[in-house]
């Protein structure tokens, strides 16, 4: 089992920064593939960024790629989301995720645990 609690959202006008992390417990994190989603609405949710239960090896949507950096810190249990440049178009909410599996997806049904969601908004 894995609980997983995000924080970090806010307000952002265009270009700006923001962190988003993810607390997560459970014995399971430390051999969990994680990831970050995003969902707009009226929109499916999507695929952000993903990194190995190592923190060797990282994904990202076209979309975020240079953009966006996704890391983990073991130690303290979190998952980060750098966002830097931001657009009106991140606009979401936010959704941190963990599978039980060594192998990277980009895909929503492989994920077994997702936090609550955090919003982000860029706007000037």
């Known amino acids: 089992q894995v609980q997983l609690v995000e924080s970090g959202g806010g307000l952002v006008q265009p270009g700006g920064s923001l962190r988003l992390s993810c607390s997560a417990s459970?014995?399971?994190?430390?051999?969990?593939?994680m990831a970050w989603f995003r969902q707009a609405p009226g929109k499916e949710r999507e695929f952000v960024a993903t990194?190995?239960?190592?923190?060797?090896?990282?994904d990202y949507a076209d979309s975020v790629k240079g953009r966006f950096t996704i890391s983990r810190d073991k130690a303290k249990n979190t998952v980060y989301l750098q966002m830097n440049s931001l657009k009106p178009e991140d606009t979401a909410v936010y959704y941190c995720?963990?599978?039980?599996?060594?192998?990277?997806?980009?895909?929503?049904?492989?994920?077994?645990?997702w936090g609550q969601g955090a919003q982000v908004t860029v706007s000037s």
């Open positions: 995720a963990a599978r039980e599996s060594q192998f990277l997806s980009v895909r929503v049904t492989a994920y077994d645990y």
């Open positions: 459970g014995r399971a994190f430390s051999s969990a593939t």
């Open positions: 990194i190995s239960w190592s923190g060797g090896t990282t």
